[in-house]
């Protein structure tokens, strides 16, 4: 059965201070893993799709890579404007997301 | 081009009402998904559609229908609603060419329904 697990549920960091998120899955056949943000009462936020062992993909403070097995999230010096849920999701017909980090970033 | 389209954005239904939770989009996209959301939590997957007639069980199908009649539609049918069905819910599309890169799936905007 597939399955997507995110660690840690959830992290507070001081701004400036970087770290990792990690999304780990067990689904055969991956056709995409994402990461999205998720802010209260909002709809999900796409931010990256990685394809392939090895892939790297960046946007401002955010860089994601990919594994067989995991994908991180890594925030370098974050911004209290970083503050969201983060989730992951693995793609093979079904899309499906793991239950997210709240990442607090406080100044 | 407006993407995903749902209706309506906010239902309050008493308990062993039912209703109909429309999703609507204009690219074109094979793939179409819905979830719901509790408080705090993750998206769980309802029912997905791969195509026009083909639909499948997600991880939390009980109590809800669907069908996918034309590309663009994708309704989410709740019979009897029961207070758990409380929760927000989303419908998303993906595009999948088959050959080539996915690129992301598309969200509507949520439908916040309460079951009283």
């Known amino acids: 059965e597939d399955q997507v697990t995110q660690s840690p549920e959830a992290l507070r960091l001081q701004e400036g201070e970087s770290s990792s998120l990690n999304c780990s899955y067990t689904?055969?056949?991956?056709?995409?893993l994402f990461w999205y943000r998720q802010d209260p009462g909002k709809g999900p936020e796409f931010l990256f799709t990685?394809?392939?062992a090895g892939e790297e993909k960046e946007k401002e403070r955010l860089k994601a890579t990919l594994t067989k097995k995991e994908s991180f999230l890594h925030i370098t010096a974050p911004k209290p404007e970083d503050s969201a849920t983060y989730l992951c999701?693995?793609?093979?017909?079904?899309?499906?997301f793991g239950t997210g980090t709240r990442l607090q970033v406080f100044p | 081009n407006a993407g995903v389209t749902q209706t309506p954005k906010f239902r309050i239904l008493k308990i062993g009402q039912s209703m109909t939770l429309q999703c609507t989009q204009d690219m074109n996209h094979n793939y179409m998904y819905w979830y719901r959301q509790d408080p705090g939590m993750g998206l769980k997957l309802i029912y997905y559609?791969?195509?026009?007639?083909?639909?499948d069980k997600g991880e939390v199908p009980n109590g809800y229908n669907v069908s996918r009649s034309t590309t663009e539609d994708f309704p989410l049918r709740l019979e009897l609603a029961a207070p758990s069905q409380t929760s927000v819910y989303f419908c998303?599309?993906?595009?999948?060419?088959?050959?080539?890169?996915?690129?992301?799936?598309?969200f509507g905007q949520g439908t916040r329904l309460t079951v009283v």
């Open positions: 689904v055969s056949g991956l056709r995409g």
């Open positions: 999701a693995v793609h093979r017909n079904k899309l499906i």
């Open positions: 559609s791969v195509g026009a007639g083909i639909t």
């Open positions: 998303a599309t993906l595009d999948f060419p088959g050959t080539g890169e996915i690129t992301e799936a598309f």
């Open positions: 990685l394809y392939s």
